[in-house]
C-alpha cells in the first residue's frame, strides 16, 4: 500500500511535466430527441496525461461511450472546450492522431487480415510495401504472426479483436480510445487480453483512453479510473491507482487491489441514487 | 488447425456443387421432373380429347380409350402440345437447321439475346448509378425513389409500344428500342438491390473510416463497393431475367420479323402452338443459363474476396 501511495506521489509530481494529451474544461453534451433534451454529459472536467491508461467506468447510460466519441470527435459537444493533442478534436482526426477500438472488431469480411491492418494506412497512401512491413510488425505485437493471409471469420473471437488493436496501432497514434473492447468476449480470453493489453501498453507507451463497466478490468488495467454516473452523465470519482508495471493477474487477490475495486464500488454505488 | 480447417472449407467448397447434383438430392428433383411432365401429359390428353372426339364422331369412327389417346398426341395445332412433340419441334429448330436459316431457333435466340445483353448492360449500369446518388444525396434520394418505383407500375405491355414507335419515328429500329425496353425493366431490381446494398455496412463500419479521416470517395471502394457486391448479383440474377422478357415483349409490336418474342407472334397468327410452345420453353431455357451464368460469376467473384466459405 505504501508502495503504491508513493506511486500516486511520484505521478502527481510529473504531472506538470507531462504534456495533456486530452484536456477537457467544462464540458456539455445534450442530444435533443423527441421526448425533450437528454443530458448526456454535463461539466466534464478532465485531463489525461502523456503516458497514461485511464478507464471510464459506470453502469450503462452514464455517457462514457458519448465521452469517448466526444475525443474522437464522433459526436459534438454542446459546450465547454476540449483538446486532443494540443489540437482540437476534429483536427486530432484529421492528423489521424489517434486509434479507435470498437466494440466489435469492426473488420471487413472482405479483406485478410493483413489487409484489414493496413487499411488505414491505404487510406493514408503508404506504399505497398511499407503496409506490409507494418501490418507484419504490428500483428506480431498482438501475438497474430502467421494469420496474415487468413479471413476474419477463420478466426476466434478474441484473435479478431487483437487484430483490430493492430489495425489501430499501425498507424502509430499518440492516442489509443478503447470502447469496451473485450465487453463481447468470455472471462477466460478477457482476462488474458487484459494481461497482453498491459504489456502493450508498456512496450508502446501510448497513452490509452479506455471505457469499461468491469470493475476488476479497469482497477487491473489503470493509472487512473474515472468513475461515472448517469441522469445526467457526469463524472463523480476519479481513482488513482499507481500498481507496478510488471503486474500479472494474481494482483487481483491482494488487498491493494480490493481496496480500490472496493472505491470504485462505492463510487458507483453511491452514483446509482435510488432510482433503481 | 487452422490450416486443416481452411482446407477443409476449400474441399468442401469444391464438392458442394457436384455433391448437390449427383447425391441425396438427385433423386427428389429427377422425381418432382417426372410428375410435372406426368401432369403435362395428363393435361395435353384433357385439354386436346374434345377436338379428337369431335373428329372421330364426324368421320363416325368407332374409337376406344387407346385410339383417343393417340390422337391427343400428334395433332397439328393442339389446344396443348404434348411435351415430346415440343422437343421434336425444337430438335428440329435448333439442332437441325443452319443457324443463319430464318426458321432456326438460334437465330431466333441470338436476336433476342444480342437485345436482352444490351439492355442489362445498360440498365445494370443506369440501376448501381442511381444507386450510388440516392444512397449519397437525400435530395436525389427524395427526388428519384418516387419515379423509380413508379416507373414499375406502368404494364412494360402498355409503354412497350410506345417506346418501339417513338424511336421508329426518329429512325431507330430493330436492336436498339428493344434494349431500352430491357433496359427499363431491368435496372429497377438492380437500384433497389444497390441501395440496400450499398447502405449494409454498419455504423462501426462507417465509424471505422471516419476515425481514419477517410474520403467519401475512400470510403465509397474500401467499403460500400464490396459490402455490396453480395447484393448486387442476387440483383443482376433477377435483372437479366426481366431483361430477357424485355426484349421479348419488346418484338411483339412491330410484328417483328425476328427474335423469340417474333416466333410467339407468329405462333399465334397461325395457331401453332407447337411453335409457340417451343419459343417458349427456348426462352426459359436461355434465362435459365443466363441466371446459371450469374451465379457463377457470383461464386468466383464472392470466393476470390473471401466471403463465399
Known sequence: MADAQERIASTAGLESSRRHVVDIEGLKLTFQTADGPVFALTDINLKVDEGDFVSFIGPSGCGKTTLLRVIADLEQPTEGSIMVNGVSPHEARMARSYGYIFQAPALYPWRTIERNVTLPLEVIGMAKAERLERA?????????????????????????????????????????????????????VRDHLNEQLLQLWRQTEKTVVFVTHSIPEAVFLSTRIIVMSPRPGRIIDIIDCGFPPDRTLDIRETPEFQEVAHRVREGLRAGHGDDD | MAMTTETAVLETGKRTLLATAMAGQAGPVSLLLLALVVIWYAGAVWMNAPWAIDRFEKQKIDWSAGDLLRATMVQKRPILPAPHQVLVEMNKTILQKKITSKRSLIYHSWVTLSSTLLGFAIGGILGILLAVGIVHNRTLEKSLMPWVISSQTIPILAIAPMVIVVLGAIGLRGLVPKAIISTYLCFFPVTIGMVKGLRSPGVLEMDLMRTFNASPWQTFWMLRWPASLPFLFTSLKVAIAISLVGAIVGELPTGAQAGLGARLLAGSYYGQTIQIWSALMTAAVLAALLVVLIGVIERVVLKRMGMKR
Open chain 1, 136 to 188: 507484419r510488425r504490428y500483428l506480431k505485437l498482438v501475438n497474430l504472426a502467421g494469420f496474415e493471409k487468413k479471413y476474419p471469420w477463420q478466426l476466434s473471437g478474441g484473435m479478431q479483436q487483437r487484430a483490430s488493436i493492430a489495425r489501430a496501432l499501425c498507424v502509430d497514434p499518440e492516442l489509443l480510445l478503447m470502447d469496451e473492447p473485450f465487453g463481447a468476449l468470455d472471462e477466460i
